[in-house]
């Protein structure tokens, strides 16, 4: 089956850049669009990049995505961290008609 | 405003039913698929199930297939999820979900509604 793997956790100071990855344990991530989500601690979770790299409007051009077809895997770049960004990120594609979320990544802004 | 407000959640025994819906507003419902997606309790995203904007295509993931039913009336801007069989796994929170008008990932959310499996 395939599934979407992301570190538990990474962490890096306010103003610095952080890349969380998300990477495909077969097949190739780039056959289906990855979406990426942020979860505030209580709170549902919201959109921040759609279709690999495309950011809804509202949401800060700190926010990139990318795809890596050599390394089979998407990344999430935030950039000028900020302590708000602090949550729980997670990346998001298909498998035929299924729905699959990576496991999440908790960032932690210190 | 988009608005997804899910109701129907609570305490139910194990291999009982519950029925959870979700109240869209701010959107014509009919032009987007939807989701139901689950938290368990600090565990991560896991989707539950998908209907097309009409309801005639339909998925599961494979903890609820043959349990669960995805179902919407586009008339009456609802969608719904009917759970039997109910096991304490199935303990989360579900989230309503309105799926890209480019038919990829979500781009709203509901706050989400709490289904606690427990005798």
């Known amino acids: 089956n395939f599934m979407l793997i992301q570190p538990h956790s990474v962490s890096e100071s306010p103003g610095k850049t952080v890349t969380i990855s998300c990477t495909g344990n077969?097949?190739?991530?780039?056959?289906?669009?990855v979406q990426w989500y942020q979860q505030r601690p209580g709170s549902a979770p919201t959109a921040l990049i759609y279709?690999?790299?495309?950011?809804p409007s509202g949401v800060p051009d700190r926010f990139s995505g990318s795809i890596d077809s050599s390394s089979n895997s998407a990344s999430l770049t935030i950039s000028g961290l900020k302590t708000e960004d602090e949550a729980d990120y997670y990346c998001?594609?298909?498998?035929?008609?299924?729905?699959?979320f990576g496991g999440g990544t908790k960032l932690t802004v210190l | 405003e988009v608005q997804l407000v899910e109701s129907g959640g609570g305490l139910v025994k194990p291999g009982g039913s519950l029925r959870l819906s979700c109240a869209a507003s701010?959107?014509?419902?009919?032009?987007?698929?939807m989701n139901w997606v689950r938290q368990a309790p600090g565990k991560g995203l896991e989707w539950v199930s998908s209907i097309s904007t009409t309801g005639i295509y339909t998925h599961y993931g494979d903890s609820v297939k043959g349990r669960f039913t995805i179902s919407r009336d586009n008339s009456k801007n609802s969608l719904f999820l009917q759970m039997d069989s109910l096991r304490a796994e199935d303990t989360a929170v579900y989230y309503c979900a309105r799926v890209w008008d480019s038919g990829y990932g979500i781009d709203y959310w509901g706050q989400g509604t709490l289904v606690t499996v427990s005798s």
């Open positions: 077969s097949g190739s991530i780039a056959s289906n669009y």
């Open positions: 998001q594609s298909y498998d035929l008609n299924n729905v699959l």
């Open positions: 279709k690999n790299d495309q950011r």
């Open positions: 701010g959107f014509t419902l009919i032009r987007h698929s």
